[in-house]
């Protein structure tokens, strides 16, 4: 099947081309997004291969339909930026990828709690320019800190199970307890009392219309003042003005972020010679206390295994006229 690969990047190329063994497929890599400006470049291609950036509105689909195409292969867990019901209106099929490493994402976001706990990020500049005073890193003992999960999922089960080793008491939000969290001795409570009792909270719940802005200035105020806040999970479940303003109050004590709601427009891209017009994201880099990495948390070898493998299994099953059992519907 001819599959136009969109946001392609050399390593999408090399793992899809690898999954790609036998050349079954015929893989054509663009570097572009799937936009509504760029569907020329879908024109006769069966199928799309598409990531997290691109983005899938009513016109675009139209669009890319009219031009033959028939099948969305998402190589992502999340599809909040495709427009489903168009989708399905047209005849076209999505499939995506639902799980290729949750720990890549749980151990990415432990990794942020370490380094804004202990400051890493100064602390690396400093000792290489030859400064080894410590007045300004102290950090706090991660065991016995209470530590929020909303959304215990494939990913917050990981990222709870970590926790859980490091000697932390566990809470939970989530409408479908998980037994595995049950089973660790987390307490599943309502978001504001979860909110009110965490050190750290952790976002590891999808982006839909239920959980858009999930952290906005009403519930962050409900958090311990001083509280740590991590997002791997999406940009949107943070409502960035109000999360600027409790930083600046004291109320949230360290942001870690590796999602954020305009990064359509910044990340995967070397922008280090532009100026960047996005004053919040620019405002939230100038604080010593906010971290962010550029939506890196599934960036391992066995995720991006995982996911080739999976999209082309998700390819091979739709040009084989089978019911794809990754179909988003
Ligand atoms: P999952 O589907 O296994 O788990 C999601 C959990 O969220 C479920 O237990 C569900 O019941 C829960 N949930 C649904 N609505 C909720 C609500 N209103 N409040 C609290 N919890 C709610 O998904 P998985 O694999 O754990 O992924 C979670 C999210 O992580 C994805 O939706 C995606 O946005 C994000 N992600 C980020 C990546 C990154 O590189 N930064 C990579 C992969 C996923």
């Given at each position: 099947m001819r599959i136009a690969v969109f946001s392609a990047k050399p390593y999408d190329q090399q793992f899809l081309n690898a999954a790609n063994g036998k050349g079954d497929h015929e893989l054509v890599f663009f570097d572009?997004?799937?936009t509504h400006a760029t569907t020329a470049l879908a024109a006769g291609f069966p199928g799309v291969c598409v990531f997290i950036n691109d983005q899938l509105r009513a016109e675009t689909l139209r669009a890319i339909a009219a031009g033959g195409t028939q099948l969305i292969a998402l190589?992502?867990?999340?599809?909040?930026?495709?427009d489903l019901p168009i989708a399905n209106e047209l005849g076209l099929t999505v499939v995506r990828v639902?799980?290729?490493?949750?720990y890549a994402v749980a151990e990415h976001a432990v990794g942020l709690i370490l380094m804004l706990n202990r400051k890493l990020h100064k602390a690396y500049n400093r000792v290489r320019d030859d400064?080894?005073?410590?007045?300004?890193?102290l950090g706090f003992d991660l065991h016995s800190a209470t530590v929020g999960v909303i959304g215990t999922g494939k990913i917050g089960q990981c990222f709870s199970q970590i926790m859980h080793g490091f000697g932390c008491k566990l809470l939970a939000y989530d409408p479908y307890p998980s037994q595995v969290c049950l089973d660790l001795g987390m307490e599943y409570l309502p978001l504001p009392e979860l909110l009110a009792a965490s050190d750290v909270v952790s976002l590891h719940c999808p982006l839909m219309p239920q959980t858009?802005?999930?952290?906005n200035a009403e519930s962050l105020g409900?958090?311990?003042?001083g509280a740590m806040v991590i997002n791997?999970?999406?940009?949107?479940?943070?409502?960035t003005p109000a999360m600027i303003r409790a930083i600046k109050s004291g109320q949230v004590g360290y942001l870690g972020i590796?999602?954020?709601?305009?990064?359509?427009?910044?990340?995967?891209?070397?922008?280090?010679?532009t100026v960047i017009q996005d004053d919040d994201f620019q405002l939230l880099q100038s604080f010593p206390n906010v971290v962010i990495t550029?939506?890196?948390?599934?960036?391992t070898r066995e995720a991006l295994s995982n996911i080739a493998e999976t999209t082309i299994a998700n390819i091979d099953q739709f040009a084989g006229g089978e019911v794809c059992s990754n179909q988003v519907k």
């Open positions: 572009a997004h799937l190589r992502a867990a999340g599809f909040n930026n495709v639902p799980a290729y490493s949750p400064n080894f005073a410590l007045q300004g890193l858009h802005h999930l952290l409900w958090l311990k003042p791997t999970s999406r940009g949107g479940l943070v409502d590796d999602v954020y709601e305009q990064e359509a427009n910044l990340f995967f891209e070397d922008l280090s010679d550029a939506h890196q948390a599934f960036f």
